[in-house]
Structures are given as C-alpha cells and as structure tokens.
C-alpha cells in the first residue's frame, strides 16, 4: 500500500470546502444583517404605539399601519383557514390513499408546476373567480382564497415529502395489528409528519404574508380608514402600504415603510415562533 | 379436506396435524415479476412452520399474503386460493382488517410504534373496541412475550428506549395482545443479537402451545432447531415441505439436499 493515497492532498480539499460553506453562509448572513441594520436604522425612530394604531395620513407624522396591520392578520387566518385542511388534505390522499399510477404521477407534477406558476397569475384568476364570478368583490374573503391558491401547491407539496418520510414500517406495525388506513394514518402517519408539515405550512403563510401583487390584481385598496370587521369587508394589507409609502417621494414616508417593514418581519419572526414551540411541544409529549 | 395429498401437504406422517391455513396454486407477482409460483401447501395448526430459501426467493411475499398485507403494494397480483379455517381470505366479501385481527404478524426489523410501551401493546385492542379490564391485557401479553419482567416498572416510557431484542419481544406481544390464532413471522431475529435470538426462540416453543406460527427466516440452524414443518422455497416455486426432521435429513428433492447441506457445510 503505497500508491495513490494523497493523504495531505485530500485533506486539503477538504478543508477548502468546508471553508467554502462557511464564507456562503457568513455572505446569506451578512446580506440579512446589512438590511435588516439599514431598515431598522431608517424605520425605528418611527415605530411607536402610534404608529401601530393610526391609520395612514397625507401627514407623515400621522401616519399609521393599523389598517394594513389587521388587514394581514385577517387575509393571513383567513388564508391558513382555507389552505391548510385543503393542502393537507390533498396530500394525505395523493400520498396515502392514491394508487401510485400514471394519473397521480400526472397530478403530481401539476401540483410541482403550479408552485411556480407566477403570483399574478394567481392574481388574475383571483379577480376573475372570486371577486367577480363569485361576485366576492374585493374583500378580505376573496383576497385570502386567492392567496390560499397561490400557497396550496407549497402546502400540498411540503405536506407529502413529509408524509412519505414517515417509515413504511410503521404503517405495516398499525396495519398488522388490525387498524383501517384512516386509523394508521390520523394515529400514526400525521402524528409522524406533523413537523414536516408545520414547516411547509409556515413557509407557505409567510409567502402569502409578503405577497403583493396578486393583492393589487384583485383589488386590495391602499387608503383605508378602517379595520375589516368581517371577512366581505375590504381590506388593504402590509405589503400594499409598504410599497405605497416607498413610492412617495418625501422621504419621511421611505422611513415609514422601513418601520412597516419592521412591523411585517415582526410579524412573520411570531408566526415562527408560534411553530417552533408547537414543535416543541409536540416533540415532548 | 384434511386427509387430502394436495401436493404440499407438510409430511408422510400417518396421522397429518389438521389445517389451519391453505393455499392452492397460488402464484403472486409484483407486475410482470412472478415472485410466488404455483405453491400449494397446508399450514398445520399450533405448530411452528418454517419457510426457507435463499435471498429473493418469494419468502416474504408468500408470508405476506397469508394476512394481505401485500394489499398495500400497489403492483402486486395475485392468483389461486388461499382459506383460513376453509374461509376464502381474499373472497370479495372478506374484510382484509378481520383477516389481519386472525393472522398477526412480527416483521423482519423491530418496528415498535415511537410511543410508550403500554401504547404500543394497547393500540390495538383499543382501537378495535376490545372490552375488558386493559391494564391485564397488556400485562398478559407482556407476560407472553417474556418481556413482562424487564419493563413492568417503565410501560410508560416510550418503546425505543428498549433494546433491540426487547423491541421485537414487544412486538410479539403487540401481535398477541390482538388473541390471534395465527402469528406470521419474517425473519424476526435477522436483526438480533444471538442472545435475544435465543430469547425469542425460546418464546416460540412457548407460544407453540396456544398459536400457529410461521416463520420465514435465512438461518438454517434456526429453521431446524425450531421448527415442526419446513418449506423450501427456491426462484418462488415449493421444492420441499414436510416435517423438519424429514426435510433436514432425509431431503426427498436433490435441490433441498443441496441448500440445506450447503448451509450446513
Ligand atoms: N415491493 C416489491 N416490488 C417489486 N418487487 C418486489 C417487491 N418485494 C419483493 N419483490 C421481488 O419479489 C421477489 C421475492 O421477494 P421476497 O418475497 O422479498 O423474497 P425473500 O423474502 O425470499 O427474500 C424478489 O425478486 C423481489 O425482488
Ligand atoms: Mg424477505
């Protein structure tokens, strides 16, 4: 044994690559902390209670996000209402329940295609479907389910992979012992891919939590004065302020939209955490 | 029925031991693969019937569709008879989920449920709606299983803190808690220590008493020590089947002589 070893060298290269992921992974984290620094150093010194219940003014000082605020909260509940059983759903059948043929191959690979099928597409059918066939107008209920359109392939999608990681092994155990498919799969399969599952989920809700532009398509409104207070009540939303502020050209309103952006990851960084206790939880029991 | 010479019958014994399970002219196939091949054979009642032969065989298939648990494989079809009792198994009428309530089954790799030893026991008398006071059941299993001693103070804590042997006791007792009458084994100690396999090989000649076992396993030793009846199998058609001793020793086929001999070495 002597040939061909190349000890020093192959341990060379794999100090270079294990460098190499470092440096990717300081750069994501560097560009993360360079915008959060510069919005936070913009949005801040706004971002008071004031803030957080005035609704939007001409006058920057008045400005306010409440109304876009509670729009959110609503089209973002509303949204998960509507996308989660259906996505989970959906993927308990394709995964559990579907004969693994040609026609759930074909439906899978649909499903794949219309997680990128762009948002104002989801838009467009949005308008057309909910606000004016369904004649839902352009209220909180229509935006949610177009919005649940655009993140039920992520749910369906993320839901399956995590369905298929639980071992077949332990279904073979459940049936074996005389249980139904819905017994192995509500005791047993769901329990398992829960985690999974609530990854998806959040990812998918934070998508529809960031999206604009099928917003704008169905017709969300940038100036109101009022919180929903049911789902046919229009409605505007964070992102729809933000960017409405940001095309202002006093500059005071760029600074407002740096602290709606604040408002909006605050927002989203709760979602998460709400999912990793509940991870945490469940991990426990 | 019983007296017949189905080609398959286990033995030249005078008095054969009456059937429990038989299957005639059965051939299984994943599509175009034909994995079981014409087998007849009758599984006599409250013995040990082993299956052996080498890897890839049909051992497992053919264990499978005794309790239908290849139902779940989407490409797999499956011809001939198969009677439980002389009741069709897979007659349109025959629910799979009673079939599976009769005919247990331990698999190859410990597969406890992630969740506490009393769970993993209770589950399935629960959700079947079994009456009675649960606590014994899960005891009495335990006990059956010779694991009884071992976790008596810990059935609440979760089943994979066991060891690998004791897993697959806890798996014999989740199968036995369901009181069937026919407990299907796939090489239940492949994955085990010789200790625990002594264990359970053990346990077998107790359970021999109240239940018909059939095990597939690769060991030849084991097949020999434990068993009543043994089936080769080979490219998944029926070589041999009849009593273990006859089979070990006096092989009537050239190609068991062959296999058992070589394994023997
Ligand atoms: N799920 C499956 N899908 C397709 N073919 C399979 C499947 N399981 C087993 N087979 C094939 O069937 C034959 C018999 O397999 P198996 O019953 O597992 O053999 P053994 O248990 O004797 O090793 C093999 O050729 C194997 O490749
Ligand atoms: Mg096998």
């Not at chain 1, 017709?219 to 940001?246: C, K, R, S």
């Not at chain 2, 079809?77 to 069709?88: K, N, V």
């Not at chain 2, 021999?208 to 690769?218: E, G, L």
Request: proline share 5%; hydrophobic share 50%; with cysteine.
């Amino acid at each position: 044994m002597q040939a061909g070893l190349n000890l020093a060298r192959r341990h060379a290269r794999a100090r270079l690559f294990k460098s190499f992921c470092i440096a990717m992974t300081m750069f994501s984290v560097l560009i993360l902390g360079v915008l959060v620094a510069q919005v936070s150093m913009l949005g801040l010194p706004w971002l008071d209670w004031d803030f957080l219940s005035s609704f939007p003014s001409r006058f920057p000082e008045k400005a306010g996000i409440k109304s876009a605020l509670f729009g959110t909260l609503w089209l973002v509940s509303l949204t998960a209402l509507f996308a989660i059983p259906t996505g989970v759903l959906a993927a308990v059948y394709l995964q559990e329940y579907a004969k693994q043929n040609r026609i759930t191959r074909f439906i899978n690979i649909n499903i794949a295609n219309l997680a990128g099928v762009p948002s104002i597409v989801y838009g467009i059918l949005g308008l057309a479907m909910f606000v004016r066939f369904m004649d839902l107008g352009r209220s909180v209920v229509a935006g949610a389910l177009t919005m649940a359109l655009l993140i039920l392939p992520v749910i369906v999608i993320a839901a399956k992979e995590a369905i298929r990681a639980v071992p077949a092994s332990l279904r073979q155990a459940a049936f074996a012992v005389g249980a139904t498919r819905w017994q192995v799969t509500r005791a047993h399969v769901l329990p398992q891919a829960f985690p999974g599952i609530l990854t998806g989920v959040i990812l998918a809700l934070s998508r529809a939590l960031g999206e604009t532009a099928p917003l704008i398509m169905i017709g969300a409104l940038t100036y109101i004065a009022f919180v929903p207070a049911g789902p046919m009540d229009e409605f505007t939303a964070l992102p729809i302020q933000i960017f409405n502020w940001t095309t202002r050209p006093q500059s005071e309103f760029h600074e407002l939209s740096s602290a709606g952006i604040i408002v909006l990851l605050v927002v989203l960084l709760l979602m998460n955490a709400t999912a990793v206790y509940i991870r945490y939880r469940g991990s426990r029991t | 029925m019983m007296n017949s010479t189905v080609s398959g019958s286990p033995g030249n014994s005078a008095e054969p031991d009456p059937a429990i399970l038989e299957a005639r002219n059965v051939c299984i196939s994943y599509g175009e693969n034909l994995a079981v091949n014409n087998v007849s054979l009758l599984i006599p009642e409250k013995k040990i019937t082993a299956i052996i032969g080498p890897s890839g065989c049909g051992k497992s298939t053919l264990l499978r569709s005794f309790n239908r648990m290849n139902d779940f494989i989407d490409t797999v079809s499956q011809t001939g008879s198969m009677t439980f009792r002389g009741e069709d198994i897979y007659a349109a009428n025959t629910d799979p989920v009673e079939v599976r309530l009769k005919i247990g089954m331990v698999f190859q790799k410990p597969n406890p449920f992630p969740k506490s030893i009393y769970r993993n026991v209770a589950w399935g008398p629960m959700i079947n709606g079994m009456r009675g006071d649960m606590d014994e059941l899960v005891e009495a299993a335990l006990k059956r299983a010779a694991l009884w001693d071992e976790v008596k103070d810990r059935v609440d804590e979760s089943a994979l803190t066991l060891s690998g042997g004791q897993q697959q006791r806890l798996c014999i007792a989740r199968a036995l808690a369901m009181k069937p009458e026919i407990i299907l084994m796939d090489e239940p100690c492949s994955a085990l220590d010789p200790v625990s396999t002594a264990r359970i090989e053990d346990l077998l000649f107790e359970l021999k008493q109240n239940y018909t076992i059939v095990i597939v396993t690769h060991n030849m030793h084991q097949a020999a020590r434990v068993s009543d009846y043994t089936a080769f199998l080979e490219n998944g058609v029926l070589v041999e089947y009849g009593e273990t001793d006859q089979v070990f020793t006096r092989p009537a086929n050239n190609r068991t002589e062959e296999y058992v001999t070589g394994r023997f070495g």
